[in-house]
């Protein structure tokens, strides 16, 4: 049964494509459960319904996929067993080693994650889970539009943790699902003062007070609206992107997408801040010197840090941004990363959807400096 929900949830991710079942039980199926042929591409799917995995189950599949005819050009493993960020590192690493090799690449996907993926094919969900379905609705979905995002002064998010994990789990739905959907972040200072610029204009004789006044707001307005909008983009990117999400499975668990979401906010608007009681570092990509997130990992967090990455040197420091752990690489890399991809993209006219092409939005390749 989970080898049959394998091939649907991977067929409705590929229209036009052809999948079936490989082998039974008792045959020989080198690694591969399901394959998946979208145009030029062999997609092998290793189906574990197990309640945990590890490194040398995966690396056995893997040996045992290489022996495939014809050769597959992506090994998915998909799992019963729940999210395990360094087994989707270790994936991750061995899809680096095969590139050098020209062979398929390799990716880890836990329940968490196939759930995240379920929520944008709502037919292969009633298929499986109908107890989730009235019989009235037939399965289709009724998600609130809820795609204003409203921020006070400060920068923070004014929904409680449970409301912005909801909106993010909606949100994300309605923008990959309906291309009219907009997104828009409501800046509690920015309404106000549109609101203000339009009580000015109401009135039909203006003053030269009126005017200034009006003017200031227009300067401030000027001001803030491109950063809002530029969070605007960068909220969009945490939601829809699945390169940037699926490294830390981000969007199978929501509670841990609102909090970097918190993240986000300040860092895209308000931009890198210094304080001296934290650790500076910094990510980039070697392709783009340009493109950099700064990050502060803060007094609390550092000991864990230091702990995990023996190797770093306060002058000179390199490595995979998964090295901040499964833990504090979720709630520091990924907002940086997606912060200085949309600033890379404001400040030097170059689309997100051109870096997104680049693989720029693979938070796995960047590096990780000391600043």
């Given at each position: 049964?989970?080898?049959?929900?394998?091939?649907?949830?991977?067929?409705?991710?590929?229209?036009?494509?052809?999948?079936?079942?490989?082998?039974?039980?008792?045959?020989?199926?080198?690694?591969?459960?399901?394959?998946?042929?979208?145009?030029?591409?062999?997609?092998?799917?290793?189906?574990?319904?197990?309640?945990?995995?590890?490194?040398?189950?995966?690396?056995?599949?893997?040996?045992?996929?290489?022996?495939?005819?014809?050769?597959?050009?992506?090994?998915?493993?998909?799992?019963?067993?729940?999210?395990?960020?360094?087994?989707?590192?270790?994936?991750?690493?061995?899809?680096?080693?095969?590139?050098?090799?020209?062979?398929?690449?390799?990716?880890?996907?836990?329940?968490?994650?196939?759930?995240?993926?379920?929520?944008?094919?709502?037919?292969?969900?009633?298929?499986?889970?109908?107890?989730?379905?009235?019989?009235?609705?037939?399965?289709?979905?009724?998600?609130?539009?809820?795609?204003?995002?409203?921020?006070?002064?400060?920068?923070?998010?004014?929904?409680?943790?449970?409301?912005?994990?909801?909106?993010?789990?909606?949100a994300s739905w309605e923008l990959k699902n309906d291309p009219s959907a907009v997104f828009a972040i409501d800046h509690v200072d920015e309404?106000?003062?549109?609101?203000?610029?339009?009580?000015?204009?109401?009135?039909?004789?203006?003053?030269?007070?009126?005017?200034?006044?009006?003017?200031?707001?227009?300067?401030?307005?000027?001001?803030?609206?491109?950063?809002?909008?530029?969070?605007?983009?960068?909220?969009?990117?945490?939601?829809?992107?699945?390169?940037?999400?699926?490294?830390?499975?981000?969007?199978?668990?929501?509670?841990?997408?609102?909090?970097?979401?918190?993240?986000?906010?300040?860092?895209?608007?308000?931009?890198?801040?210094?304080?001296?009681?934290?650790?500076?570092?910094?990510?980039?990509?070697?392709?783009?010197?340009?493109?950099?997130?700064?990050?502060?990992?803060?007094?609390?967090?550092?000991?864990?840090?230091?702990?995990?990455?023996?190797?770093?040197?306060?002058?000179?420091?390199?490595?995979?941004?998964?090295?901040?752990?499964?833990?504090?690489?979720?709630?520091?890399?990924?907002?940086?990363?997606?912060?200085?991809?949309?600033?890379?993209?404001?400040?030097?006219?170059?689309?997100?959807?051109?870096?997104?092409?680049?693989?720029?939005?693979?938070?796995?390749?960047?590096?990780?400096?000391?600043?």
């Amino acid at each position: 049964m989970f080898e049959k929900f394998a091939l649907d949830l991977w067929g409705a991710q590929h229209p036009g494509s052809n999948s079936t079942l490989y082998g039974r039980n008792g045959q020989g199926q080198n690694g591969v459960d399901v394959v998946v042929r979208s145009g030029d591409r062999l997609i092998g799917l290793q189906c574990k319904a197990v309640g945990k995995l590890d490194q040398i189950t995966i690396q056995t599949e893997v040996n045992r996929a290489k022996r495939f005819t014809p050769s597959i050009s992506d090994l998915v493993v998909v799992t019963t067993a729940p999210h395990d960020a360094k087994l989707v590192s270790y994936a991750e690493t061995l899809t680096r080693q095969h590139k050098q090799t020209n062979l398929f690449s390799v990716s880890y996907h836990g329940w968490d994650d196939l759930l995240r993926i379920l929520e944008d094919h709502q037919s292969v969900a009633l298929k499986y889970f109908p107890e989730f379905f009235s019989t009235t609705d037939k399965g289709r979905a009724s998600l609130t539009r809820a795609l204003r995002l409203p921020l006070d002064r400060e920068l923070n998010i004014m929904l409680s943790d449970e409301e912005l994990a909801l909106f993010c789990s909606e949100a994300s739905w309605e923008l990959k699902n309906d291309p009219s959907a907009v997104f828009a972040i409501d800046h509690v200072d920015e309404q106000r003062a549109i609101t203000m610029v339009a009580e000015i204009e109401a009135v039909e004789v203006l003053s030269a007070e009126a005017r200034t006044a009006r003017s200031g707001l227009r300067e401030y307005l000027a001001h803030l609206a491109p950063k809002t909008r530029r969070a605007e983009v960068a909220a969009r990117l945490l939601l829809t992107d699945d390169a940037l999400r699926s490294p830390w499975l981000v969007g199978g668990c929501w509670p841990e997408t609102a909090a970097t979401m918190r993240r986000l906010m300040p860092q895209v608007i308000a931009g890198a801040t210094a304080h001296p009681d934290r650790l500076p570092l910094k990510i980039g990509l070697p392709a783009h010197p340009k493109l950099v997130g700064y990050i502060d990992i803060d007094v609390e967090d550092r000991p864990a840090f230091e702990d995990q990455c023996k190797t770093f040197n306060p002058r000179y420091f390199i490595g995979g941004v998964h090295d901040l752990g499964s833990a504090l690489g979720l709630k520091y890399a990924l907002p940086a990363g997606i912060a200085a991809l949309v600033a890379y993209s404001a400040f030097h006219g170059v689309p997100v959807e051109e870096l997104q092409r680049d693989n720029t939005s693979s938070i796995y390749f960047w590096g990780l400096y000391a600043a």
